[in-house]
Nanobody
Framework: QVRLVESGGGSVQAGGSLRLSCAASGYTYMPGCMGWFRQAPGKEREGVASLYRIKSITSYSDSVMGRFTISLDPVKNTFYLEMNSLKPEDTAVYYC????????????????WGQGTQVTVSS
């Protein structure tokens, strides 16, 4: 059974950093495409980062470009979202996602999802 388990959320002051982890299990091979999304209160869920594993291609939304980094540890079957220079507007529930059969991109209709982890950034 495929499973994605997130960890690393929490509360931080503006300008601080957090690293989210997404541990993947149940896959025969790590999916070729994985990503991170977030959903703030009253807003639609938005994709913030994606990773095309086979070619190590990463993509970011404009709102997080230069501040967030998506990466993968293939030994641990875990991918990460390193978040730096956090802003109050980054406050949201963050979700990891994996497995998309089409072209890997931000906001793709991934098949598998984590449960979400809260990130709160105070000013």
């Amino acid at each position: 059974q495929v499973r994605l388990v997130e960890s690393g959320g929490g509360s931080v002051q503006a300008g601080g950093s957090l690293r989210l982890s997404c541990a993947a299990s149940g896959y025969t091979y790590m999916p070729g495409c994985m990503g991170w999304f977030r959903q703030a209160p009253g807003k639609e869920r938005e994709g913030v980062a994606s990773l095309y594993r086979i070619k190590s291609i990463t993509s970011y939304s404009d709102s997080v470009m230069g501040r967030f980094t998506i990466s993968l540890d293939p030994v641990k079957n875990t991918f990460y979202l390193e978040m730096n220079s956090l802003k109050p507007e980054d406050t949201a529930v963050y979700y990891c996602a994996a497995y998309f059969a089409g072209t890997c991109r931000i906001g793709a209709a991934f098949r598998d999802w984590g449960q979400g982890t809260q990130v709160t950034v105070s000013s």
